[in-house]
């Protein structure tokens, strides 16, 4: 064999032994200039067809798959039969072409002609990579359909394997200025460092793994750093190690139970003060001025399409053929202004997000909550987890939680049942989501039923979650104290004015007015002149203790 062959194949092995290391993100912002703007709008044009073009391919090979008889019997083999299975079903994705390295053998037809010029090879393997995943959750019935991306849609990001060729991101050493910059296709897009910043030193110090580059839309062309289209283009590096913890965000020790709903998070730690909140509470999206942007959108289009609606102003019924839509352009000022308003809103979200994440790991390292079908919530609670994005909120604190050393603990809701059982009796009672008291006759109670969920979430054990009885005897009376004083400062709250929702258990839960003094009401000064009546001159008794 050639030394060149062998020396290749050596540095393949080597590359497939290398282990899993953790990885986390970095974003720069680049400097672009029109002319790099108007290629880089090409070359993800031209990625987006060609994944268009894988994902066509992989659906018709899915599609002859699963209409192969050997599908269905392969199904109905018992699910305790893993190892058979598992072997049945990956000789029928090699034998139709199902695999991501057949994906990726594929793509070489694909990549051709112009298309060729904008996207290097490896860079349609990781889009062959992509379109996999997507297809590979339909298959495993994650998905119900794969979504082609439309060219008014657009394709917004393109990721690299590796650092080293086509897509990648150089920083200059020290001693030549530490700059650095994005090259592509012949370009060399600047990035914005900010040396002083210590995430972004922090981040610069590790191995790069591979860049991406994303397109993002801007509030318009005329915003900082947007193109003639309106979009900004940044960089996202994967690097190699930790993410950088700042000096004031401390990690605790203790252990944590948690209790989320669709708008409230209750919070006990087995040390330190209890709490219960609404969840995301400062996000006050501007409703109205998004919903006149709607009907504002709304008669745009039926200015633009009449042909569309009948005499009563409804949408005309075409069967299975699709209406083309026309978009004026003053639709699609006011449709842009609409998504500004709504991408605010998101990072406002995503503010939130991260500053209570680290409010939580600063009470504890374990937190146990209970697992729950967010979709589910979307369906029964679609306002609130539409605003709040409750599932957003887990996923970055199991992120965050990793990567300090500490474990996310989600138990079945099934066998726990916290919101149900009673550490007093052991029983377990079903309570409809109104009941948000718990009481129970063998004197335990009354507590919130969130704080209450979240102090017997806080001691059990991951390794056998079941709440026992014995487990929580010695803490219950210690912990009375601090469920009390959290939901009294949830009163105080309310008294003072900030509106909460019913779920908290809270009376008239919104603004409050003081309770007045019970003494006799003042009479006005005109009807004391008009009717003449005297004022109270009998002395107040005071209030009964």
Not at 112 to 128: D, F, S, Y
Not at 358 to 382: D, M, N
Not at 425 to 453: E, I, N, T
Request: net charge positive.
């Amino acid at each position: 064999m050639p030394k060149k062959c062998q020396g290749q194949r050596k540095k393949k092995e080597q590359q497939e032994k290398r282990p899993a290391t953790p990885t986390f993100l970095l974003e720069l912002p680049l400097a672009v200039d029109p002319g790099q703007a108007a290629r880089l709008r090409s070359h993800l044009e031209a990625a987006r067809q060609l994944y268009n073009a894988i994902l066509s391919q992989g659906q018709k090979r899915l599609r002859r798959m699963r209409s192969d008889p050997a599908w269905q019997e392969a199904r109905a083999l018992p699910r305790t039969h893993k190892a058979e299975r598992a072997a049945v079903f990956s000789a029928l994705r090699k034998a139709y072409g199902f695999t991501e390295t057949a994906l990726h053998e594929t793509v070489k037809g694909l990549r051709v002609g112009w298309i060729a010029e904008h996207i290097e090879a490896v860079l349609a393997q990781t889009l062959a990579t992509r379109a996999y995943r997507a297809l590979n959750r339909v298959c495993l019935g994650k998905g119900k359909r794969v979504r082609f991306k439309s060219r008014g849609r657009g394709f917004s990001s393109l990721e690299n394997k590796r650092n080293d060729t086509s897509l990648r991101f150089v920083l200059q050493p020290p001693e030549e200025g530490n700059a650095g910059s994005l090259l592509w296709n012949g370009d060399q897009l600047p990035a914005l460092i900010d040396w002083k910043d210590e995430v972004v030193t922090h981040g610069l110090r590790h191995r790069i793994k591979f860049a991406r580059l994303i397109q993002r839309p801007a509030s318009s062309p005329r915003a900082a750093g947007a193109d003639e289209e309106g979009y900004r283009y940044v960089v996202q590096l994967a690097l190699e190690g930790k993410p950088h913890r700042k000096k004031k965000h401390p990690v605790g020790a203790s252990i944590v139970g948690g209790d989320l709903g669709p708008s409230t998070l209750a919070l006990f730690p087995q040390q330190g003060e209890a709490s219960l909140e609404v969840f995301c509470a400062q996000l006050a999206p501007d409703a109205k001025a998004i919903r006149r942007l709607q009907r504002q959108m709304e008669r745009q289009r039926r200015a633009a399409n009449p042909e569309h609606y009948d005499e009563k102003g409804r949408i005309k019924k075409q069967g299975k053929k699709k209406l083309h839509w026309k978009q004026s352009k003053r639709y699609q000022a006011t449709r842009q202004r609409k998504a500004s308003k709504e991408r605010k809103l998101v990072a406002h979200r995503k503010s939130l997000h991260g500053h209570k994440v680290h409010q939580v790991v600063k009470l504890g390292s374990t937190i146990i909550i209970e697992k729950i079908s967010y979709k589910a919530w979307q369906r029964q609670f679609g306002k609130s987890v539409g605003l709040r994005a409750p599932g957003m909120f887990v996923e970055l604190l199991r992120r965050t939680v990793e990567s300090t050393g500490g474990i996310l603990v989600e138990v079945p809701t099934r066998t726990t049942a916290l919101s149900q059982w009673c550490h007093g009796c052991g029983k377990k009672l079903k309570k409809p989501l109104s009941q948000r008291w718990h009481r129970c006759a063998c004197g335990v109670g009354p507590v919130q039923r969130d704080l209450y969920s979240a102090f017997l979430a806080a001691y059990l054990d991951p390794a056998d979650p079941i709440p026992s009885c014995a487990r929580y005897q010695e803490y219950w009376e210690g912990a009375e104290a601090r469920l009390r004083a959290a939901h009294e400062r949830l009163t105080q709250r309310a008294k003072e004015g900030q509106t909460l929702p019913r779920s908290m258990g809270l009376t008239r839960a919104r603004a409050r007015l003081p309770e007045s003094s019970g003494g006799p009401p003042l009479e006005p000064a005109f009807l004391l002149k008009r009717e003449g009546r005297e004022a109270w001159a009998e002395p107040l008794e005071p209030p009964s203790l």
